[in-house]
């Protein structure tokens, strides 16, 4: 019985090998309990998987079954997939129902194909930038579509709101879309100088650079992500990109650059007004940060992320697009944990 859900022909079916793994022949092993792999790995259940999803699997023992192809994120995807399944049977109480995993196995490809499928390495006239493994950078939501389009439209974009919208991502894919077109000179990437719990990274050891190079790596490995570490590295060597802490921009001016603030709700009204001051001809600032994940030690004043959304609405040129919990990107589980802390 085929239940799958289509979603314009799967994106020409989610099997082949475009995600740059150069066809080698990957293998990846999971643990089922032999009391529920009967089930987990049922015929019917196999093949609604491989009607989106090509794999192949080899039972090892009575525990372990081996899952091969050609691409490691369709077999992460797999696994992730029987896993999910496996705890599903766990916890079904009555027999009856098991019609309802189906259903959900539906979701969990569904979930698989929209976080690796292939349509991440086909063009969209949306897209920002194609990234150096051949996928796309491309807004997936309206508010994303909002946030590409202040970028552009504004010379200050704040962007704030959940974590995992893609605030960040999307400033940093624009960024280096405006170096590759001649827009700007540089992209100045600045984070305050405060890690998670509301340390100041000065307890590490090292000099500036080796203390603020760890703190900078959230972003840093997004911008690997797009151009390659070789190019990274020669863009960083010639000052395309600079990454600074919030400390060190006094007495710079952000000429024929673009800046990224990025972590905004850890700086003060004060560092905020300062950064914002040094803007000059052909320059352009994303702001980006959430305000529910402020690590200040000292709370008694605003931070800037909200001073700058007060302050600046009236402002012509700024614009300000808030993200919500429908824009986050990451595992399908975070949703769920914002709302549980929410």
Not at 138 to 158: G, K, W
Not at 311 to 320: A, C, F, H, N, W
Request: aromatic share 6%; glycine share 6%; charged share 30%.
């Amino acid at each position: 019985m085929t239940r799958r859900k289509t979603k314009k022909d799967e994106t020409d079916k989610f099997l082949q090998s475009d995600n740059g793994s150069d066809g080698d022949l990957y293998e990846i092993k999971l643990y089922l309990d032999e009391h529920l792999r009967s089930k987990v790995i049922a015929i019917d259940n196999m093949q609604l998987i491989k009607e989106s999803i090509k794999f192949e699997y080899y039972i090892e023992n009575k525990n372990i079954i081996k899952i091969t192809s050609g691409d490691l994120n369709q077999l992460r995807g797999v696994a992730y997939i029987l896993e999910s399944l496996s705890k599903a049977y766990r916890n079904l109480k009555n027999k009856e129902n098991e019609d309802l995993i189906l259903d959900e196995l539906d979701d969990l490809i569904d979930e698989v194909i929209d976080d690796s499928g292939k349509q991440n390495y086909e063009y969209d006239q949306r897209a920002i930038i194609r990234a150096y493994n051949g996928s796309y950078i491309t807004p997936r939501t309206n508010n994303q579509d909002r946030l590409v389009d202040s970028i552009r439209d504004n010379v200050i974009t704040i962007a704030k709101g959940c974590a995992g919208t893609g605030k960040s991502t999307l400033a940093i894919a624009m960024a280096i879309k405006y170096i590759l077109d001649n827009r700007f000179d540089k992209i100045l990437l600045i984070r305050p100088l405060t890690s998670v719990g509301g340390k100041d990274i000065g307890f590490l050891p090292g000099n500036a650079d080796e203390k603020f190079g760890p703190y900078a790596s959230a972003v840093t490995e997004t911008m690997i992500d797009i151009l390659g570490e070789s190019r990274f590295n020669e863009w960083v060597r010639t000052k395309k990109i600079i990454l600074t802490p919030t400390t060190f921009t006094r007495g710079a001016n952000f000429k024929n650059a673009i800046v990224v603030v990025d972590e905004a709700q850890n700086l003060s009204e004060i560092e905020i007004l300062t950064l914002l001051t040094r803007l000059c001809a052909n320059g352009k600032i994303v702001i980006t940060g959430d305000e529910s994940q402020d690590d200040r030690k000292d709370k008694r004043y605003s931070s800037a992320l909200t001073v700058i959304t007060d302050k600046l609405e009236p402002i012509d040129r700024v614009g300000i697009v808030t993200m919500t919990i429908n824009d986050v990107q990451r595992h399908g589980i975070v949703k769920d944990i914002i709302k549980a802390f929410e």
